[in-house]
Antibody, heavy 117, light 107 residues
Framework: QVKLQQSGAELVKPGASVKLSCKTSGYTFSTSYMSWFKQIPGQSIEWIGM????????GYNQKFKGKATLTVDTSSSTAYMDLSSLTTEDSAVYFC??????????WGQGVMVTVSS | DIQMTQSPSSMSASLGDTVTITCLAS??????LSWYQQKPGKSPKLMIY???NLEDGVPSRFSGSRSGSDYSLTINSLGYDDEGIYHC?????????FGSGTKLEIK
């Protein structure tokens, strides 16, 4: 079955960067898309962007350009998201989900990122 | 960006009731609309896609409909397991956008 396993919670200092991972199994990662989302607890969901594992091609929400960088490692079927120059406004739960646009059937469990000094 | 105006923001209903949640799209999105249920501390679960199509395994008590730019999720015969936050989501164009969510409480 399809599984998306995200890395553990992160506590990072303002100005730092963090790299989140989403390890997949149960489907052909190398010909699939992966999308990433942000959700501040109690608030709505924001789409950050997507990446095509086949060639690393990406598409970003303008709001997150310069903040998020999406990459993949097809050898380990893992997707990554780098978040840079973190501020308290980046404190949120981040999800990965299989797909680039279509309705999202498969999601990671989410990872809480807390930015605090 | 396409704005999805979702209402109500929260609601409380009794076991066995029927409830309806709506989303208004700021521009035409065709039927590129899905609904997700989210439980506390969990990832969203796909319930409806293509505005009216029930995802496999989702009870038939859930249904989606469209009237112009208004999209609705209706839940019949409410049960305790239906508590959670419901999100509408447009995937007609990028950036993908979501409604603000509806928190459903079962009395």
């Amino acid at each position: 079955q399809v599984k998306l396993q995200q890395s553990g919670a992160e506590l990072v200092k303002p100005g730092a960067s963090v790299k989140l991972s989403c390890k997949t199994s149960g489907y052909t990662f190398s010909t699939s898309y992966m999308s990433w989302f942000k959700q501040i607890p109690g608030q709505s969901i924001e789409w950050i962007g997507m990446i095509y594992a086949g060639d690393g091609g990406t598409g970003y929400n303008q709001k997150f350009k310069g903040k998020a960088t999406l990459t993949v490692d097809t050898s380990s079927s893992t997707a990554y998201m780098d978040l840079s120059s973190l501020t308290t406004e980046d404190s949120a739960v981040y999800f990965c989900a299989e797909g680039g646009r279509a309705p999202f059937d498969y999601w990671g469990q989410g990872v809480m990122v807390t930015v605090s000094s | 960006d396409i704005q999805m105006t979702q209402s109500p923001s929260s609601m409380s209903a009794s076991l066995g009731d029927t409830v309806t949640i709506t989303c208004l799209a700021s521009q035409d999105i065709g039927n590129y609309l899905s609904w997700y249920q989210q439980k506390p501390g969990k990832s969203p679960k796909l319930m409806i896609y293509g505005a009216t199509n029930l995802e496999d395994g989702v009870p038939s008590r859930f249904s989606g409909s469209r009237s112009g730019s208004d999209y609705s999720l209706t839940i019949n015969s409410l049960g305790y397991d239906d508590e959670g936050i419901y999100h509408c989501h447009q995937y007609y164009e990028y950036p993908l956008t979501f409604g603000s969510g509806t928190k459903l409480e079962i009395k």
